[in-house]
């Protein structure tokens, strides 16, 4: 990983690598910091920032981006979750879900955390797991 992406707004701080065979491309919604694609159109890395605002778990931020995924496509299905760590400490979830854009098969792996009254939320979509997912997803560290 060799790019670097840095958030400092909202008294939201963080950094994310990401491959340097993306580019960094134009965001569609008004919560997205950030989206960049593979070469080839996919993977598909987004950084999302928005205000926390009543969501308290997790799994209200998942489906959150679920729903966004049903508003595209089809056959949306959340294949699991985990509690884990970022590199400095804080608290998220992973999550993986699984889910369809016409006939093609997409998963999109991702991580929610919460951070001064924000939701975080960084997802990789791809469609043959390539090795650098779980790197993407992993080098978020807040500061």
């Not at 919560?31 to 070469?39: F, I, K, Q």
């Not at 679920?66 to 400095?88: H, N, P, Q, R």
């Not at 009254?117 to 960084?122: A, F, K, L, M, P």
Request: charged letters at 30%; aromatic letters at 8%; hydrophobic letters at 35%.
């Amino acid at each position: 990983l060799a790019t670097e992406f840095k958030h400092d707004k909202d008294g939201v701080k963080f950094t994310l690598e990401y491959p340097d065979t993306f580019q960094a491309g134009e965001t569609k919604a008004e919560v997205e910091v950030l989206r960049a694609a593979g070469p080839k159109g996919l993977p598909v890395v987004t950084a999302n920032v928005y205000r926390k605002d009543g969501e308290s778990k997790p799994e209200e931020a998942i489906k959150r981006v679920m729903a966004v995924f049903e508003s595209i496509g089809t056959g949306v299905e959340l294949l699991g979750t985990e509690e884990v760590k970022t590199k400095d400490g804080t608290s998220g979830n992973k999550f993986e879900i699984e889910w369809m854009m016409g006939k093609t098969i997409l998963t999109t792996n991702g991580l929610y955390t919460y951070k001064n009254g924000h939701v975080v939320s960084i997802t990789v979509t791809h469609m043959d797991d390539p090795d650098d997912i779980m790197d993407i997803i992993d080098s978020l560290v807040f500061e």
